[in-house]
Structure formats: C-alpha cells, structure tokens
C-alpha cells in the first residue's frame, strides 16, 4: 500500500515561508511523477503543482507561480514544498499525491 506522510506545516505571517516534505514508501519512488494539492476550508481539493520522476519538469497553478517551488531527492524518498511570500489564502491542509494516492496532510495556516 502505498504510504506518503507529509510534515512542515504550521503557522505564518503573511509574507513569511514555509517547506513542506512528503516521505514516500511502498512503491517505486525513482519512476513516480509526485504532486502536491491542497484544501482549503469549505472548499474543494485544489491541485497546486507536479514533478517528473527525475526533477526535471514541474508545473504549477496559477495561484502559486512564482512563489513555491516543487522538489525532490530520489535519495530520500521525498518530495518538497518551498512557498514563499504565503497570503492568507494559502491556508489550507496540504497533501502530496502518487497518482490517486493521496496521504496524511499537513496544515499551513497565514494569519497576522
């Protein structure tokens, strides 16, 4: 079964950051594209960015463009979340996502 914990979140002022990551088991991390979503309160699940299996192509929405960056160390199992410059509407649960796999989210909350 495939397992993906996520970890990092907290709370930030506005403008501040934060980095999530995702550790990743029971399947072949090397060969998987990797995506984060999120969702926010009242709101339907949200995709917000995606890596290949090597890093070297990502793509973002055009809610987060410019302010987080995807990553990942096959190494490590693990995939990354940089955000940069958080608004208050990037509070939500945060999940990373192997195909339909979706694991344990973690919460970022921007608030002054």
């Not at 890093?55 to 096959?74: E, L, M, P, Q």
């Not at 208050?88 to 970022?108: F, S």
């Amino acid at each position: 079964e495939v397992q993906l914990q996520a970890s990092g979140g907290g709370m930030v002022q506005p403008g501040g950051s934060l980095r999530l990551s995702c550790a990743a088991s029971e399947f072949t991390f090397g060969d998987a594209a990797m995506s984060w979503d999120r969702q926010a309160p009242g709101k339907e699940v949200e995709w917000i960015s995606t890596i290949n299996f090597d890093g070297a192509w990502t793509n973002y929405a055009d809610s987060v463009k410019g302010r987080f960056t995807i990553s990942r160390d096959n190494a490590k199992n693990t995939v990354y979340l940089q955000m940069d410059n958080l608004k208050p509407e990037d509070t939500a649960v945060y999940y990373c996502r192997h195909r339909t796999y979706r694991g344990q989210g973690t919460q970022v909350t921007v608030s002054s």
